[in-house]
Protein backbone atom coordinates (compact mmCIF):
# COMPACT_ATOMS: atom_id res chain seq x y z
CA UNK A 1 0.00 0.00 0.00
CA UNK A 2 3.22 2.57 0.55
CA UNK A 3 3.65 5.00 3.09
CA UNK A 4 4.40 8.91 3.27
CA UNK A 5 6.57 10.25 5.31
CA UNK A 6 7.17 14.21 5.77
CA UNK A 7 10.08 15.73 7.90
CA UNK A 8 11.39 19.37 8.01
CA UNK A 9 8.67 21.32 9.19
CA UNK A 10 9.68 23.88 12.08
CA UNK A 11 9.75 27.54 13.07
CA UNK A 12 10.99 30.34 10.42
CA UNK A 13 10.41 33.63 10.35
CA UNK A 14 8.54 35.87 8.09
CA UNK A 15 10.67 36.32 4.32
CA UNK A 16 12.43 33.48 5.34
CA UNK A 17 13.39 29.87 3.69
CA UNK A 18 12.78 26.29 4.92
CA UNK A 19 12.29 22.96 2.67
CA UNK A 20 10.04 20.24 3.42
CA UNK A 21 10.57 16.58 2.48
CA UNK A 22 8.94 13.65 1.63
CA UNK A 23 10.29 9.83 1.85
CA UNK A 24 8.09 7.38 -0.05
CA UNK A 25 7.84 3.91 0.68
CA UNK A 26 6.40 0.74 -0.65
CA UNK A 27 5.39 1.72 -4.20
CA UNK A 28 7.31 2.38 -7.54
CA UNK A 29 8.16 6.35 -6.67
CA UNK A 30 8.86 7.40 -9.85
CA UNK A 31 5.35 5.84 -11.44
CA UNK A 32 3.28 8.32 -9.90
CA UNK A 33 2.80 11.91 -9.79
CA UNK A 34 2.76 13.74 -5.93
CA UNK A 35 1.12 16.90 -4.54
CA UNK A 36 1.24 18.90 -1.75
CA UNK A 37 -1.42 20.01 -0.11
CA UNK A 38 -1.53 22.12 3.41
CA UNK A 39 -4.01 23.43 5.88
CA UNK A 40 -4.02 26.34 7.62
CA UNK A 41 -4.98 25.98 11.29
CA UNK A 42 -8.77 26.35 11.74
CA UNK A 43 -8.96 26.08 7.84
CA UNK A 44 -9.55 23.96 5.01
CA UNK A 45 -7.55 21.83 2.82
CA UNK A 46 -5.33 24.07 -0.02
CA UNK A 47 -3.70 22.50 -2.79
CA UNK A 48 -0.39 24.04 -2.85
CA UNK A 49 1.73 22.15 -6.04
CA UNK A 50 1.99 19.04 -8.08
CA UNK A 51 4.53 17.36 -9.99
CA UNK A 52 4.37 14.31 -12.90
CA UNK A 53 6.01 10.96 -11.69
CA UNK A 54 9.00 12.15 -13.95
CA UNK A 55 9.10 15.85 -12.82
CA UNK A 56 9.04 17.16 -16.19
CA UNK A 57 5.92 18.98 -15.31
CA UNK A 58 4.95 20.99 -12.10
CA UNK A 59 1.77 22.99 -11.19
CA UNK A 60 1.47 25.37 -8.62
CA UNK A 61 -1.55 27.55 -6.61
CA UNK A 62 -1.28 31.21 -7.44
CA UNK A 63 -0.60 31.90 -3.72
CA UNK A 64 2.98 30.31 -3.94
CA UNK A 65 3.91 30.71 -7.56
CA UNK A 66 7.12 32.53 -7.58
CA UNK A 67 8.15 31.70 -4.11
CA UNK A 68 7.57 27.42 -3.86
CA UNK A 69 9.45 25.00 -5.90
CA UNK A 70 8.45 21.08 -5.97
CA UNK A 71 10.61 18.72 -6.93
CA UNK A 72 11.85 15.26 -6.64
CA UNK A 73 14.46 12.66 -6.71
CA UNK A 74 13.11 9.29 -7.78
CA UNK A 75 16.41 7.92 -7.09
CA UNK A 76 16.01 8.29 -3.44
CA UNK A 77 12.17 7.98 -3.68
CA UNK A 78 11.98 11.72 -1.79
CA UNK A 79 9.63 14.56 -2.70
CA UNK A 80 10.49 17.99 -1.71
CA UNK A 81 9.13 21.42 -1.32
CA UNK A 82 11.13 24.54 -1.27
CA UNK A 83 9.59 27.27 0.80
CA UNK A 84 11.23 30.77 -0.11
CA UNK A 85 10.27 34.40 1.20
CA UNK A 86 7.97 32.68 3.32
CA UNK A 87 4.44 34.59 4.96
CA UNK A 88 2.37 34.21 7.58
CA UNK A 89 -0.25 32.66 5.60
CA UNK A 90 2.02 30.02 5.06
CA UNK A 91 1.37 28.54 8.15
CA UNK A 92 0.15 25.12 7.83
CA UNK A 93 0.60 21.45 8.29
CA UNK A 94 1.82 20.18 4.80
CA UNK A 95 1.08 17.13 3.75
CA UNK A 96 2.51 14.77 0.98
CA UNK A 97 -0.17 12.92 -1.29
CA UNK A 98 -0.09 10.32 -4.00
CA UNK A 99 -1.11 10.80 -7.17
CA UNK A 100 -2.68 7.34 -8.75
CA UNK A 101 -1.00 7.49 -11.96
CA UNK A 102 2.08 8.98 -13.39
CA UNK A 103 0.61 12.12 -14.39
CA UNK A 104 -1.38 14.28 -12.05
CA UNK A 105 -5.60 12.92 -12.22
CA UNK A 106 -6.10 14.99 -9.00
CA UNK A 107 -7.44 12.65 -6.40
CA UNK A 108 -5.47 11.30 -3.35
CA UNK A 109 -4.50 7.76 -2.70
CA UNK A 110 -2.53 7.70 -0.05
CA UNK A 111 -1.65 10.59 2.30
CA UNK A 112 1.27 11.46 4.94
CA UNK A 113 0.46 12.58 8.24
CA UNK A 114 1.60 15.86 7.61
CA UNK A 115 4.81 18.28 8.67
CA UNK A 116 3.92 21.61 10.65
CA UNK A 117 5.53 24.89 9.53
CA UNK A 118 5.10 27.56 11.30
CA UNK A 119 5.98 31.33 9.77
CA UNK A 120 6.35 34.16 12.50
CA UNK A 121 5.69 37.89 11.73
CA UNK B 1 -11.35 28.67 -8.90
CA UNK B 2 -14.65 26.43 -8.62
CA UNK B 3 -16.11 25.96 -4.73
CA UNK B 4 -17.29 23.04 -3.11
CA UNK B 5 -19.96 23.22 -0.41
CA UNK B 6 -20.65 20.47 1.73
CA UNK B 7 -23.80 19.91 3.93
CA UNK B 8 -24.58 19.56 6.58
CA UNK B 9 -21.47 20.53 8.96
CA UNK B 10 -22.15 18.22 11.13
CA UNK B 11 -24.19 15.10 10.88
CA UNK B 12 -25.69 13.05 13.92
CA UNK B 13 -26.90 9.82 12.50
CA UNK B 14 -28.02 6.23 14.42
CA UNK B 15 -26.09 3.28 14.66
CA UNK B 16 -27.19 1.25 11.52
CA UNK B 17 -28.94 3.87 9.83
CA UNK B 18 -27.89 5.62 6.51
CA UNK B 19 -25.86 8.76 6.63
CA UNK B 20 -26.11 10.95 3.40
CA UNK B 21 -23.76 13.45 2.72
CA UNK B 22 -24.24 16.25 0.46
CA UNK B 23 -21.30 18.39 -1.99
CA UNK B 24 -22.25 21.04 -4.19
CA UNK B 25 -19.78 22.61 -6.84
CA UNK B 26 -20.24 25.97 -8.54
CA UNK B 27 -19.49 24.84 -11.90
CA UNK B 28 -20.04 21.29 -13.44
CA UNK B 29 -17.09 18.94 -13.20
CA UNK B 30 -17.37 16.94 -16.02
CA UNK B 31 -13.86 16.11 -17.06
CA UNK B 32 -13.72 15.61 -20.78
CA UNK B 33 -10.91 13.21 -20.98
CA UNK B 34 -13.25 10.36 -19.53
CA UNK B 35 -16.74 12.21 -19.73
CA UNK B 36 -17.00 11.18 -15.65
CA UNK B 37 -17.31 13.52 -12.79
CA UNK B 38 -13.84 14.59 -11.38
CA UNK B 39 -14.88 14.26 -7.65
CA UNK B 40 -13.50 12.42 -5.08
CA UNK B 41 -14.72 11.93 -1.04
CA UNK B 42 -11.87 11.13 1.65
CA UNK B 43 -12.33 10.00 4.90
CA UNK B 44 -10.34 11.45 8.13
CA UNK B 45 -10.60 10.00 11.49
CA UNK B 46 -8.58 11.93 14.48
CA UNK B 47 -4.99 11.37 14.45
CA UNK B 48 -5.09 10.32 10.84
CA UNK B 49 -4.69 11.08 7.26
CA UNK B 50 -7.77 11.30 5.28
CA UNK B 51 -8.47 8.25 3.05
CA UNK B 52 -9.67 7.79 0.06
CA UNK B 53 -13.14 6.34 -0.25
CA UNK B 54 -14.48 7.18 -3.93
CA UNK B 55 -13.41 8.66 -7.52
CA UNK B 56 -14.54 9.65 -10.27
CA UNK B 57 -18.05 10.71 -8.18
CA UNK B 58 -18.88 6.50 -7.97
CA UNK B 59 -16.00 4.57 -8.47
CA UNK B 60 -15.34 2.57 -4.68
CA UNK B 61 -11.18 2.37 -3.77
CA UNK B 62 -10.37 -1.35 -3.15
CA UNK B 63 -10.79 -2.20 0.37
CA UNK B 64 -13.14 0.33 0.89
CA UNK B 65 -16.37 -1.11 2.17
CA UNK B 66 -19.51 -1.36 -0.28
CA UNK B 67 -21.63 0.36 2.75
CA UNK B 68 -19.78 3.20 1.05
CA UNK B 69 -21.44 4.57 -2.10
CA UNK B 70 -21.04 7.83 -4.46
CA UNK B 71 -23.59 9.34 -6.62
CA UNK B 72 -24.67 12.36 -8.78
CA UNK B 73 -24.11 14.48 -11.54
CA UNK B 74 -23.70 17.89 -12.81
CA UNK B 75 -22.90 19.91 -9.67
CA UNK B 76 -24.57 17.93 -6.80
CA UNK B 77 -22.83 14.86 -5.15
CA UNK B 78 -23.96 12.46 -2.36
CA UNK B 79 -21.91 10.07 -0.31
CA UNK B 80 -24.39 7.64 1.28
CA UNK B 81 -23.18 5.13 3.70
CA UNK B 82 -26.08 2.48 3.99
CA UNK B 83 -25.91 1.70 7.83
CA UNK B 84 -23.81 3.28 9.86
CA UNK B 85 -21.16 1.45 11.48
CA UNK B 86 -19.68 2.86 15.23
CA UNK B 87 -16.13 2.94 13.14
CA UNK B 88 -17.50 5.18 10.57
CA UNK B 89 -17.29 8.39 12.67
CA UNK B 90 -15.25 10.94 11.06
CA UNK B 91 -14.82 13.94 8.64
CA UNK B 92 -15.55 13.44 5.43
CA UNK B 93 -14.36 15.97 2.46
CA UNK B 94 -15.58 16.29 -0.84
CA UNK B 95 -12.98 17.15 -3.53
CA UNK B 96 -13.09 18.16 -7.39
CA UNK B 97 -10.03 17.57 -9.49
CA UNK B 98 -11.70 18.85 -12.88
CA UNK B 99 -8.85 21.50 -13.42
CA UNK B 100 -6.08 23.61 -11.16
CA UNK B 101 -6.44 24.60 -8.52
CA UNK B 102 -8.08 21.65 -7.18
CA UNK B 103 -10.31 22.19 -3.78
CA UNK B 104 -12.12 20.95 -1.14
CA UNK B 105 -15.23 20.99 0.93
CA UNK B 106 -15.11 22.14 4.13
CA UNK B 107 -15.57 18.54 5.67
CA UNK B 108 -18.91 17.11 7.48
CA UNK B 109 -18.29 15.72 10.45
CA UNK B 110 -20.26 12.58 10.89
CA UNK B 111 -21.41 11.31 14.64
CA UNK B 112 -23.40 8.67 16.18
CA UNK B 113 -26.79 10.01 17.51
Known amino acids: EGQLLESGGGLVQSGGSLRVSCVASGFTFSSHAMTWLRQAPGKGLEWVSGISGSGGSTYYADSVKGRFTIFRDNSKNTLFLQMNSLRAEDTAEYYCVKDPTTVTTGYFDLWGRGTLVTVSS | ?113
Open chain 2, 1 to 113: DIVMTQSPDSLPVSLGERATINCKSSQTILHSSNNKNALAWYQRKPGQPPKLLIYWASTRESGVPDRFSGSGSGTDFTLTISSLQAEDVAVYYCQHYHSNPITFGQGTRLEIK
